[in-house]
């Protein structure tokens, strides 16, 4: 198990747009979420772990300019313990990082 660098977090970031994305919008927050320092990994449709410095409210208001109104969006840290089943790639990130 790795230890996250000092001032390392783990977020979790859920979004759902209520209205179909346009491909730019969809391209801006996911180039968004790629930017990140420590990377990242998807555990479902619109929805990734990051590895970051950054605080919850800082990726936030990074990530709030590509949704609207209506749209949902949730940043929170995540840790251990956590329980569940997921592909190996997943589990072998959130081992190493968790």
Known sequence: MRVLLSGMAALLITYRFVVSPSQQQFEAIQAALKSTSGGHVRLAEG?????TDRSPEAVYEQLRRFVHKNDLLLVLRVGRPYFGQHRSDVVQWLNARL
């Open 47 to 51: 929805c990734y772990v990051i590895e």
